[in-house]
C-alpha cells in the first residue's frame, strides 16, 4: 500500500506555495494524500518565522508528533521552512526524532532527503544560499499539488534585497534572484491550459522584478537600456494568456513603485482592482527607522497617482503599531495618513522582536505593551471605519465574482471574490462548482464582507478536480 502524507503549513503564501511543492514531490515520488495525521505516515511542518512565538509552537507541535511517531513502525517527520533555516541545528538538538530538516533553498530535495533518512538515519540539510539550479531556485518548476484547481500562485523572483529592520525574510529567503520572463509565461499558459483561470505573482517585492537579469546581462556585455523586463511588462504578457481571466501579484515595495506598473494595472484588463500597498508607519521618522526608503508624502502621492489611472482601485496594507521609538506624535501621523488613504483594509500587527532582526536589538526604544495595544485599537477604528464606508459604496453594483465554495459558516451560503478582493455571501438558484464566475448584485456592506444577490451565472469552472492540502496557522 502506498505512503501517505500531510503537510502542515505556518506563515505566508510563499509559504503556502513551498507547501504545494514539497505535496507534489512527495506524491511523484509515489506517496499519496492522507485525511489527517492518525492516517499519515509523513508529517512535513512547513514553518515561518514571522509570526511571533513560532519557535514555541513549533517545539510544541513536534512534541505532540514525538508521541505520534512512536506509534507506528516507518513514520517520518519532516521540518522545512524559514524557521528551519534560521535555527539550522537547533531544530535537530531539540527535536532529535526529527527524520529530516531543510531549509528553503533546497525544497526541491524534500522526496530524495527523505528516501535517504529511511536508509541512512535523520539528515540536516540547509544552504545557505540557493543553488543556481532551475529547481532549487524556483519552486514553481516542481510539480505541485495545488490546493485549488481554479486558482494558482505563480513565484517570479525568490529573496529581498531590502534590509526593513523588523524583517527576517532577507536573512532566511536571501538575495532577489527573478525569475526568467520566459518560464513565468509559460508556467501560466500551462496553467490555464488545466483550467485556472486565477494567478497571483508572488514575491518579496514583485515590482523590482528584473533588476538582477538586467544587472547580469550588463555584466554580460549587453548595454541595452530596456533589457530588463520590468514588472509592468509581465503583467502585460501573463495578462494576455487565453484563459486567464484575473491576475494579482503580492507583494510590491512603495519604494519602488513605478507609474509603469500603474499604467499596466490600468490598461490590463484582466489585471485586478486591487493593489496591497504597505505602508508599516504613518511617521516619517518611523520609516527612516525601518528602512523603508520613503515619506508618507509619497507614498500617498503615489496612491493619489494609482486612484487617479484606477478609480475602483481596492487598496490594502500593512501597518505595525509600536515599532521601536515609536512616539505619540508618530502614531498620530499613523492615523492621519491611514485615514487620508481611506484603505479597504488593513493587517494590523503589533511591534514583537524577531530573533536576528535589527529591530530585537532596539531594546532601549521599545514601546510600553499597554501603550502599543491602545494604539493598537485606535488604529483599528479608523482602518475599520474606512473598510465600512468602502463596503457599503459597492451596494447596487453588479460584480463579477468567482466561486470558492461554499461558506465556512453557513454551507448552504456561497462565498466568493469580486475582482476588489472582497469576500461576498449570496445564495444561487443551484450550487455552483469552485471556480465558477458569476454576476452578483451586492446589497450589503459589512466591514470584512459583502452579501450579495445572484444574478446571472458568467462562465462555468473549467477545471475538474480539487486537491487539498491541509494547512495550519
Ligand atoms: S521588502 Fe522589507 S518587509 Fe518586505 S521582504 Fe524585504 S525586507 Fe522584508
Redesign the pocket.
Known amino acids: 500500500m502506498a505512503k501517505s502524507y500531510v503537510v502542515r503549513t505556518f506563515g505566508c503564501q510563499m509559504n503556502e506555495h513551498d507547501s504545494e511543492r514539497i505535496a507534489g514531490l512527495l506524491e511523484e515520488d509515489g506517496l499519496v494524500q492522507a485525511e489527517s495525521e492518525e492516517d499519515a505516515d509523513v508529517v512535513v511542518l512547513n514553518t515561518c518565522c514571522i509570526r511571533e512565538n513560532a519557535d514555541n509552537k513549533l517545539y510544541g507541535t513536534l512534541g505532540h508528533l514525538k508521541t505520534w511517531k512512536g506509534e507506528k513502525d516507518g513514520r517520518q517527520i519532516v521540518v522545512a521552512g524559514c524557521l528551519a533555516q534560521k535555527d539550522k541545528d537547533l531544530v535537530r538538538d531539540k527535536a532529535p526524532y526529527v527524520d529530516v530538516v531543510l531549509g528553503t533553498h533546497n525544497v526541491h530535495r524534500a522526496a530524495i532527503l527523505m528516501g535517504e533518512a529511511r536508509t541512512s538515519g535523520p539528515i540536516t540539510e540547509i544552504l545557505d544560499e540557493a543553488v543556481i539550479d532551475d529547481h532549487a531556485m524556483f519552486p514553481s518548476a516542481l510539480p505541485a499539488q495545488r490546493e485549488t484547481s481554479y486558482n494558482a500562485w505563480v513565484t517570479i523572483q525568490i529573496g ?1 534585497d ?3 529592520a523588523f ?1 527576517i ?2 536573512a532566511v529567503r536571501g538575495v532577489e534572484i527573478s525569475r526568467p520572463f520566459e518560464d513565468i509565461v509559460t508556467e501560466v499558459r500551462a496553467l490555464a491550459a488545466a483550467g485556472v483561470s486565477e494567478v497571483t505573482l508572488l514575491g ?2 514583485v515590482n523590482s522584478y528584473g533588476r538582477d537579469l538586467q544587472l547580469a546581462a550588463r555584466q554580460g556585455g549587453d548595454t541595452d537600456a530596456r533589457v530588463r523586463p520590468l514588472f509592468a511588462d509581465l503583467l502585460g504578457a501573463v495578462g494576455s494568456v487565453a484563459g486567464i481571466r484575473r491576475v494579482r501579484f503580492t507583494s510590491p ?1 512603495p519604494k519602488d513603485m513605478r507609474p509603469e506598473t500603474f499604467a499596466a494595472m490600468a490598461s490590463v484588463p484582466s489585471v485586478c482592482e486591487h493593489l496591497h500597498y504597505p505602508l508599516q508607519s504613518g511617521s516619517d521618522a518611523v520609516l527612516a527607522a525601518m528602512h523603508r526608503g520613503y515619506t508618507a508624502d509619497r507614498y500617498l502621492e503615489r496612491l493619489a497617482q494609482a486612484r487617479t489611472l484606477m478609480p475602483d482601485l481596492a487598496v490594502s496594507t500593512d501597518i505595525i503599531v509600536g515599532f521601536p521609538g515609536e512616539t505619540e506624535e508618530d502614531f498620530v501621523r499613523t492615523l492621519e495618513v491611514a485615514s487620508a488613504a481611506q484603505f479597504d483594509y488593513a493587517y494590523t500587527f503589533l511591534f514583537s522582536p524577531r530573533p536576528g532582526t535589527e529591530a530585537a536589538e532596539m531594546q532601549d526604544r521599545f514601546v510600553d505593551a499597554a501603550v502599543a495595544s491602545e494604539r493598537f485599537a485606535r488604529l483599528r477604528v479608523v482602518i475599520e471605519r474606512s473598510a465600512l464606508a468602502k463596503h457599503r459604496e459597492r451596494v447596487g453594483r453588479v460584480e463579477e465574482v468567482l466561486v470558492e465554495g461554499p461558506s465556512k459558516k453557513d454551507p448552504s451560503v456561497t462565498s466568493g471574490r469580486t475582482r476588489q478582493n472582497k469576500l461576498v455571501h449570496f445564495t444561487p438558484p443551484k450550487p455552483l462548482r469552485p471556480g465558477a464566475y458569476a454576476e452578483v448584485e451586492i446589497v450589503h456592506g459589512a466591514p470584512h464582507h459583502l452579501m450579495g444577490e445572484f444574478r446571472s451565472l458568467l462562465q462555468d469552472a473549467a477545471h475538474k478536480v480539487r486537491i487539498p492540502v491541509s494547512s495550519a496557522q
Do not use: D
Request: hydrophobic share 10%; net charge positive; proline share 10%.
Open positions: 529581498c531590502n534590509k526593513c524583517c525574510v532577507p518579496q517585492n515595495h
